[in-house]
C-alpha cells in the first residue's frame, strides 16, 4: 500500500510500505477514503513542530471503508463507514482516570507522534473508530476530527443558549466550532483578516463577521453586546496578543478558550480578571466527543461539507500543502482522497 511520509523536514515521500494483513483480536483494518490536512501536517513538514520524529506517516483526520475486523471487535463489521479518533492514552494516569484522555500525561495523536492515516489502508483499535451513517461524504466523514476539536472546545466553554460568542479566526476549526455553537443556540460574531474566510463564515450562518483589517473589533463586540461584552471569547489563531484583547472584551464571568500551542508569552492583568472572575481554559484534541460528532453528523445537526474548499489525490499532497501555504485566502479544509 501507498503512505505520504515525511522522511526528513521538507522530504515528503510516497512510499510503499506492506499492507497490514495480521490484525489484532480488537483491531480494525480499514481502506482509507479520505483525509484532511491540518495545520499540523504542514508543520510536520516543515519541521516546525516540536515532539515529531522522523520519519513519520502522516495525517490524523481520516475515514475510510471497514476490511475487515479481529476476532473480539464488536459493533464494527466490513463494509462500515468509519472516522477515526486519534487519540491514544495510557488509561490509568490522573487524567485518564477522570475521563480527560487527551491530556493523558503520554498522550499521543496518530500522525504526530506515531504513524497516522494518510495511507491506502490503517489499522486501528476499535475504541478509537467510529461507525456514521452511509447516507455521509467521505468528505464529510474525514472531517469528523475538526468537529470533535469543536465538540471538545464548546464542552469547555460551557457554551449555552443565553451566551454571544467571539471567535478570532474563520480557519476550519473556528468555523467547525461556531458550527457547533450555532446548534447550541449562541449567538456567534467571528473576527478574521481573510474577506473570503468571512464570507464562509457568512454562509454558515455568523450573526455578524468582523474584518479585523477594516474594523475595530472592540467596538463592534461592544455595540452587538450592548456594552457587556462576549460570555466566551474563542483564540482560534494562537496569537499571544489575541489572548490578551480576548481578556479585555470578555464580560464578567466570561470564559477565554485558549486552543494554541505557541510559547511566546501573553502580558495578562490580574486586574481584568479578578474583576470579572475571568475563566481562562484550555482546550486540547478530544475527550471521547466522537460519539456526539456521530450524533450530529447523522442527524445532519452541523454542516460539515461547508468546511471543505479543495480536494486532491493523495499523490498531489505537496500541491495541495502549497496551496493551503500560498493561498490561505483560497482554502478552509483541504482534503486528499485515496482510491
Ligand atoms: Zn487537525
Ligand atoms: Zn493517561
Known sequence: MKAIRVNTPLDL????????????DDEV????????????DVHIYHGTRPGTEY???????????????????????AGDHVAVDPVLSCGSCYACSI???NICSTVQCLGVHVDGGFAEYSVQPQQNVYKFSKKLTWEELATAEPFSI????????????????????????????????????????????LAPRLELAKKMGADRVI???????????????????????????????????????????????????TKNPSALCQFDITTKELEIRGSRLNAHKFPEVVQWFNNREVQPALLVTHTF??????QAMKLIEEHPDETCKVLLTFE
Open 13 to 24: 515521500e510516497i512510499c510503499e510500505l506492506a499492507l497490514p494483513e495480521q490484525l489484532r
Open 29 to 40: 483494518l480499514i481502506h482509507v477514503k479520505a483525509a484532511g490536512i491540518c495545520g499540523t
Open 150 to 193: 469543536a465538540a471538545e472546545i464548546t464542552w469547555r466553554a460551557q457554551i449555552t443558549e443565553d451566551d454571544t460568542v467571539l471567535i478570532f479566526g474563520s480557519g476550519s476549526i473556528g468555523l467547525a466550532t461556531m458550527q457547533v455553537a450555532q446548534k447550541l443556540g449562541a449567538r456567534c460574531l467571528i473576527v478574521d483578516i
Open 55 to 77: 520519519p513519520k506517516v502522516i495525517g490524523h483526520e481520516f475515514a475510510g471503508e471497514v476490511v475487515k475486523v479481529g476476532a473480539k471487535v464488536t459493533d464494527i463489521q
Open 211 to 261: 474584518n479585523s483589517t477594516q474594523e475595530s473589533v472592540a467596538e463592534i463586540v461592544r455595540q452587538e453586546t450592548q456594552g457587556t461584552g462576549p460570555q466566551v471569547v474563542i483564540d482560534a489563531v494562537g496569537n499571544p496578543q489575541i489572548l490578551e484583547q480576548a481578556v479585555k472584551l470578555a464580560s464578567p464571568a466570561g470564559r477565554v478558550m485558549v486552543i494554541g500551542f
Open 99 to 101: 475521563g480527560r484522555h
Open 313 to 318: 489525490p493523495f499523490t498531489e499532497a505537496e
